[in-house]
């Protein structure tokens, strides 16, 4: 759980709201589209010399690796250069001769290791070899640009994961100063919560620190789980070979089409520690190497065709990277061993695809010992991709990487944004403006704020040949003086000042139609924000009543406005929300509901509510008592055979008993309905005769 998420799509429920911000620049943040890069691991030491050849070197190279040295003419040249590639790399032949490859040759550092653990960790860290750092060096870079990740993440502007790795391990390139940078996931599609929803307290102790800590981690890989998996099933599924790394590229793909913008993503493919049976004897075009290469290439023209297809290519820039090369000088069986220099391989629409570097000398009679010169440290070309890439400076890059480097050519001129605000350097007038600021044409801050800045809500609606619609206006930030212009129909215009410290107002006395807020602040003279929004007609007024006979009670549930007036026979109440409960009169009752609008209607009804009436004994041989609760002093009493047709009817006087004698004996056996009728009293009673 401390990495979000070491486990395969561990990923909660930190509320966001993925907004198109319009202050913010494109580049600047998760939201909107921006500058990918892929970084391609092909872990296990590749043969760099196997991979891109020095054409030039081809007799002393068929001398020293005669056991797995390719055939001349099966070698793909590399248009305009002395370079050619592994027959298995046909696409990335294809893609150098669309200007979009890129060889930077004989990369290495000082002091080697031989180790692969080793090895990968100081690619990972970027350190020197004698230096052991805890962090990698793209985590380091995503903390300098989001310095609080990843307490306060994710946010409105950056809702999704800020690096990716497809896999199920999180590595070294990933673990920051103070956290994990990255989400795992071999499958986006299978997210499900790693924890349930909570928010607990902890005291500022070690221990509670950590408990923070991991409840942070747990809840933003929720959300990020969530998202990945929206965005995945938004995505497109292009056609991909069946590999392993194929299918994290395809991963990668699908996710991009969906809408994700994560900055970095990693992939990797082992299996290049090719000690022995590098190749086929038999033909030595194949074997390990070859499919390794293969599958390289394959995968990455599947990516690259996918990109064009959704049009973000313009966007991916990726990286193919080893821990060493192998040995000059092959060995007794068929392969090679670990060496130092190896050849970094680039891809994508933007890059300056000229060769970084010259070709290796490979002098005659050279023994096992041999090394290629380096010609690169591996730093240049992260400090090359911070500075041309990924909208760092000089500065963010020592800061990230311990040391200036020289830098190479590898993103053209013409398309490099050091300071991510949507505006290529040649252009950029004003070439340091912070992340996320607005900019102009010229690359140069614009004043503005957020959207959310403004709450606009419509607080009274009206009828038509009334003016009783309303709007009220919030601010969030509270630092300025807004004017506020509102237009409507009938050329109606009213300024409204909401000054500084301040942050709400309203306009009443608006009739139906559509109006506008054009909101500017006072000292900014370029700066206005523009909002539609309508006066309506109410719904109509609905009115549910139920009421509770043994209380002697009405409930009524209105809806259609926020004040009603009630109106239970003569009294009368003013109703806030949208429940009342009032006391029911005896007798007739009338009750009737409305509102301010009389276009809302008017909801009435009428019915009697009766005291309670009672009769005993039932059934009777002949007398028998109706008892009469109220106040009533007189009552009409009925004798209603089943039919409807009255056998007698008289008045009676209620005395304090509240009891009536009636005497049916003269009436046949048989069923009667005693109608009992008074101011508060209007009750059926059914009664049998025996």
């Known amino acids: 759980m401390a990495h979000a998420a070491a486990m395969p799509a561990l990923f909660s429920s930190l509320p966001y709201e993925s907004i198109a911000n319009q202050s913010q620049s494109l580049l600047a943040n998760t939201v909107a589209e921006g500058n990918i890069m892929v970084i391609i691991v092909l872990s296990g030491g590749n043969d760099g010399l196997n991979t891109v050849i020095p054409l030039n070197m081809l007799s002393e190279l068929n001398k020293i690796r005669s056991s797995v040295m390719l055939p001349d003419n099966k070698i793909l040249p590399l248009k305009g250069t002395e370079l050619g590639l592994h027959p298995s790399l046909t696409g990335l032949q294809s893609l150098h001769t669309e200007n979009r490859l890129k060889v930077i040759q004989s990369v290495s550092y000082p002091n080697p290791s031989y180790s692969h653990f080793r090895a990968m960790d100081i690619w990972n860290s970027a350190s020197d070899s004698l230096k052991y750092v805890n962090s990698g060096w793209a985590a380091r870079y995503l903390e300098q640009k989001h310095p609080n990740f990843p307490d306060a993440y994710p946010t409105e502007l950056y809702p999704h994961p800020l690096a990716l790795e497809i896999g199920w391990n999180s590595s ?360 539609d929004l309508k006066i309506t007609e109410p719904p109509t007024l609905s009115v549910q009543s139920s009421i509770n006979i043994s209380n002697q009670t009405i409930d009524l549930k209105l809806s259609g406005s926020i004040e009603y007036r009630v109106q239970v026979n003569e009294a009368s109440y003013r109703v806030n929300g949208p429940k009342w409960t009032g006391t029911l009169p005896t007798g007739a009752v009338k009750i009737q509901v409305n509102t301010d609008l009389p276009c809302q209607g008017m909801h009435k009804e009428e019915f009697f509510f009766s005291e309670e009436v009672k009769a005993y004994p039932n059934p009777t041989t002949g007398p028998f008592h109706v008892l009469v609760h109220g106040l009533d002093t007189q009552v009409d009493i009925s004798i209603l055979n089943l039919q409807g047709a009255s056998l007698q009817k008289n008045s009676y006087f209620v005395d304090a008993s509240r009891e009536v004698a009636l005497d049916i004996s003269d009436v046949p056996v048989g069923t009667y309905l005693i109608k009992v009728q008074g101011n508060s009293v209007d009750q059926q009673i059914k009664i049998a005769k025996t």
């Open 172 to 531: 070294l390139l990933f673990t920051g100063n103070k956290a994990f940078t990255s989400v795992v996931s071999s499958n986006p599609n299978d997210f499900y919560e790693i924890i349930n929803e909570f928010d607990n307290l902890y005291p500022s102790t070690p221990m509670g620190e950590k408990l923070k800590y991991l409840q942070l981690m747990g809840k933003q890989s929720n959300v990020y789980g969530k998202v990945l998996k929206e965005t995945y099933a938004k995505g497109t599924n292009y056609t991909f070979p069946r590999t392993n790394l194929a299918d994290q590229l395809k991963i990668v793909s699908k996710l991009i089409s969906g809408g994700l913008n994560t900055r970095i993503y990693k992939v990797e493919i082992g299996g290049f520690d090719t000690h022995g049976n590098q190749v086929d004897t038999a033909d030595k075009t194949k074997g390990t190497h070859a499919d390794l290469l293969k599958d390289i290439d394959e995968a990455v023209s599947a990516f690259m065709k996918s990109l064009d297809a959704m049009n973000k290519s313009d966007r991916v820039v990726g990286m193919c990277i080893s821990e060493f090369g192998r040995t000059v000088q092959s060995n007794s069986t068929s392969g090679t061993d670990h060496g130092t220099v190896s050849p970094i391989i680039l891809f994508g629409n933007k890059l300056d695809t000229s060769v970084g570097g010259v070709n290796p000398i490979i002098p005659p009679n050279t023994n096992y010992q041999y090394e290629m010169d380096r010609q690169f440290d591996f730093r240049q070309v992260y400090s090359s991709l911070i500075t041309q890439w990924m909208g760092g400076n000089k500065i963010l890059s020592k800061d990230i990487l311990f040391n200036d480097f020289t830098s190479i050519p590898i993103i053209k001129a013409a398309y490099i944004d050091s300071d991510e605000d949507g505006v290529t350097d040649p252009f950029d007038l004003c070439p340091d403006t912070p992340l996320g600021t607005l900019v102009d044409i010229n690359g140069c801050p614009v004043f503005t704020l957020p959207v959310t800045n403004y709450k606009i809500e419509v607080v009274g609606t009206t009828c038509a040949g009334t003016n009783n619609g309303a709007v009220k206006l919030t601010i969030e930030n509270t630092n300025y003086t807004y004017n506020l212009t509102v237009k409507g129909p009938n050329k109606f215009e009213k300024i409204i000042t909401i000054p500084k410290g301040n942050n709400t107002a309203s306009v009443a006395g608006l009739v139906l139609g559509d109006y506008s807020v054009l909101a500017t602040i006072d000292g900014q003279k370029n700066y206005q924000q523009a909002f």
